[in-house]
């Protein structure tokens, strides 16, 4: 599956399977089946002010995938706190997730391995997701999380990660989370709310 969606302001354009509901201050994006399998790609821009910007689920990302995703976020006082990216073992990922922030925005982003609640843990694979985050043009940000079979548990320690940005005037306040992916639903839940 190849599928792009673009939202510019309440304007909503795609292809493919990916689709977005705008409703007040909420823009929540869609893949009706929450599963990347194969070789999918997506692709989400989305230029808008003043929303939080979701998802309705999990997107799990299943064994013996070698999945693209991007992301290119702009616009001012933004929320983007998608779900977890649930990654099967032997899964292989792609994600940039591009951020452009005209004034505040705080950024969520985590990465849950393995479906450790069924005994399954993440030993092969290789996933590479890299977030770029712009003040006003300027790069504050250039981050890279890198998994290559068992190496999270040298760099991260546990199973899951949550990163969470805080950016404003010029800076931006970065929070690390190492969490196993059991538990990471629950602590993502609080820190969204």
Request: proline share 1%; hydrophobic share 40%.
């Amino acid at each position: 599956m190849k599928a792009w969606l673009e939202i510019n302001g309440d304007i909503v354009k795609k292809s493919g399977s990916l689709n977005a509901f705008i409703s007040h201050d909420n823009v929540i994006i869609a893949n009706p089946s929450e599963v990347l399998a194969h070789d999918d790609e997506l692709r989400v821009f989305i230029k808008t002010n003043n929303k939080k910007i979701t998802d309705q689920a999990y997107t799990k990302i299943l064994s013996n995938s070698d999945v693209k995703l991007e992301y290119v976020i702009e616009g001012s006082f933004l929320t983007f706190k998608t779900h977890p990216i649930l990654f099967y073992n032997r899964a292989k990922a792609e994600i940039e997730n591009v951020f452009f922030v005209k004034d505040k925005a705080i950024i969520i982003e985590s990465y849950a391995l393995g479906r450790e609640a069924h005994g399954e843990k993440f030993k092969e694979g290789k996933i590479r997701a890299k977030t770029l985050i712009y003040y006003n043009s300027k790069l504050l940000v250039f981050d890279v999380y890198r998994v290559t079979g068992l190496s999270y548990l040298n760099t991260i320690g546990s199973s899951g990660l949550i990163g969470v940005y805080r950016v404003g005037d010029y800076e931006v306040d970065i929070e690390k989370i190492s969490i196993s992916s059991e538990d990471i639903y629950e602590r993502w839940s609080r820190i969204v709310e």
